[in-house]
């Protein structure tokens, strides 16, 4: 049983019911690899391999920029539950003080279950009709290499919340593995991933989000997107599977 998610609903009691299905249904697998110490920990789960999260290379170094010319802000997510409009208030805020500075733009690639807050997003976003902001939408997972491509700073934005702090974000990865310099929420498993040569580490509101916009302006000099493919290279799927997944494989065929 591989298990790559535990809740991230906002009910205690879905919670609750998803973690517990999960808990008691490693038990009827000989083996469990899960996505984090700190999530097995979370569910209980005492027997299991970890197996981290990882990304797929899309972008080579020979295609991008090294530098930060401009300042073009990715978010790629799920939106429910995120409260991805705080990402929106701040960049307006930045451009409003910034766009005369640098060229930048804010494009967000992703999809809600609830209808309600697409169209939030987007009213939201038409107000503010001035400011260079791109809402494109769901988009599949192959198609996302021009979005990488386009884009030097991905904004890894999840609330900071008990059940999002174990879950490793897999916009995180991609950012980095592909070389875009990353804003991430002040998660534990966030901590884990970005370090000063490839990111900021931020609080979830408005104006942390900003700050880190600006912390990203001012010091933009000092990222070099192809040494974040680099030192990202070890989250690789290929890597993954050569590091850990073939060693699990090894030992469960020792103990056969």
């Known amino acids: 049983m591989d298990i790559r998610t535990?809740?991230?609903?906002?009910?205690?009691?879905?919670?609750?019911?998803?973690?517990?299905?999960?808990?008691?249904?490693?038990?009827?697998?000989?083996?469990?690899?899960?996505i984090s110490e700190s999530l097995a920990k979370e569910l209980k789960?005492?027997?299991?391999?970890?197996?981290?999260?990882?990304?797929?290379?899309?972008?080579?170094?020979?295609?991008?920029?090294?530098?930060l010319n401009e300042l073009n802000f990715l978010y790629v997510g799920i939106f429910d539950g995120r409260n991805i409009d705080v990402v929106i208030h701040s960049f307006i805020k930045f451009y409003k003080e910034y766009s005369q500075r640098i060229n930048t733009k804010l494009t967000i690639v992703g999809y809600s279950n609830n209808p309600n807050?697409?169209?939030?997003?987007?009213?939201?976003?038409?107000?503010?009709?001035?400011?260079?902001?791109?809402?494109?939408?769901r988009v599949p997972n192959k198609e996302l290499k021009k979005f990488f491509a386009d884009s030097n700073v991905g904004i890894s934005y999840i609330?900071?919340?008990?059940?999002?702090?174990?879950?490793?974000?897999?916009?995180?990865?991609?950012?980095?593995?592909?070389?875009l310099v990353c804003i991430a929420t002040n998660t534990s498993e966030n901590r884990k991933v970005i370090n000063s040569n490839n990111g900021i580490i931020i609080n979830d509101d408005i104006e942390s989000v900003y700050a880190g916009m600006c912390n990203i302006f001012n010091n933009r000099s000092s990222y070099r997107r192809h040494q974040v493919i680099?030192?990202?290279?070890?989250?690789s799927w290929k890597n993954i599977y050569e590091s850990y997944i073939k060693n699990i494989l090894n030992y469960e065929s020792k103990i056969r």
């Open 117 to 137: 807050i697409a169209l939030e997003l987007k009213e939201l976003i038409n107000i503010n009709s001035e400011v260079a902001i791109k809402y494109v939408g």
């Open 159 to 179: 609330p900071i919340t008990p059940w999002f702090d174990i879950q490793p974000p897999t916009k995180t990865y991609e950012y980095i593995i592909n070389g």
């Open 6 to 34: 535990g809740a991230v609903s906002g009910s205690k009691i879905r919670k609750k019911i998803y973690n517990d299905v999960i808990k008691h249904s490693c038990k009827l697998f000989n083996e469990t690899t899960i």
């Open 45 to 67: 789960i005492n027997r299991y391999h970890v197996v981290p999260l990882g990304g797929e290379p899309m972008v080579h170094k020979c295609e991008i920029e090294n530098s």
């Open 230 to 235: 680099t030192e990202s290279e070890k989250y």
